[in-house]
């Protein structure tokens, strides 16, 4: 088990991409803290996690509020005394096109991807700074990278992740801490559920393997960037997206 012992805390670990990578770093040996607006899915989550014999913890927080946040980190150093990963995975998205997107769509998008990730980043620094070591993972987008149309907040939100990532890294790294980013590609989630079939078609054509991504294509990554295997890599963003984008 690569990650035996750990804790990690995992913001939007309720459901989706967030509960794909819950239920993976547990079971490479870790112990998870869930952290959801949503509490009652989080705690099915948690429960689930403490099926495969791990402790979990389900914690009611909204990244956009910096003292919930904190609040929430002590809770967990409380309880398990250190806090080894951070995935920042909540995310939220508003889409309009430039001229009809209003200052709250605006806002809304940019306060949970962004300043929530910022928020988290920020407060498990302080531990992890004592500890001398963690890991950092932020969930980009491929959009952060390409831009796209009607998604000016969420791709400048996913943009902001992937410098803040940068920042965070050289920031940090004397310390032994490690901070990267994954930008997935299209995903099969709830999130992308509501997208009209014609441009998930659409979307498909444009995507060399020829299929979606699932949740636990992603996981898969946040595993290994978690891990001392990933020991000597920090400011970078793994793009999974079946070769959509290609530097
Ligand atoms: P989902 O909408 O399925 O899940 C997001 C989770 O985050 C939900 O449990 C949601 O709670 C929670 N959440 C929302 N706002 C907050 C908040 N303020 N504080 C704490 N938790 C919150 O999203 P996905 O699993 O699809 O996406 C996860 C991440 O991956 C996001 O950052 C997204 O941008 C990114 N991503 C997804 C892609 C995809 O194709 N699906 C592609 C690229 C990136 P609630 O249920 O109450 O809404």
Known sequence: MRLKDKVAL???????????????????????????????????????????????LALEMDVTDYAKTEEAVNKILDKFTKVDILINNAGITKDNLLLRMS??????????????????????????IKQRSGKIVSIASIIGIIGNPGQANYSASKAGIIALTKTAA??????????????????????????????????????????????????????????????????QTIVIDGGMVMA
């Open 10 to 56: 995992v913001t939007g670990g309720a459901r989706g991409i967030g509960r794909a990578i819950a239920l993976a770093l547990a079971q490479e040996g870790a112990n998870i803290v869930v952290a959801d607006v949503n509490i009652e899915a989080a705690k099915t989550t948690a429960s689930d996690i403490e099926k495969m014999g791990r402790q979990a």
């Open 103 to 128: 200052a709250a769509e605006w806002d809304a998008v940019l306060n949970v991807n962004l300043k929530g990730t910022f928020n988290c980043i920020k407060a498990v620094s302080r531990p992890m």
């Open 170 to 235: 050289k920031e940090l790294a004397a310390r032994n801490i490690n901070v990267n980013a994954i930008a997935p590609g299209f995903i099969q989630t709830e999130m992308t559920a509501k997208l009209p079939d014609q441009i998930k078609e659409k979307m498909k054509e444009a995507i060399p393997l020829a299929k979606f991504g699932v949740p636990e294509d992603v996981a898969a990554a946040c595993v290994f960037l978690a891990s001392e295997d990933a020991g000597y890599i920090t400011g």
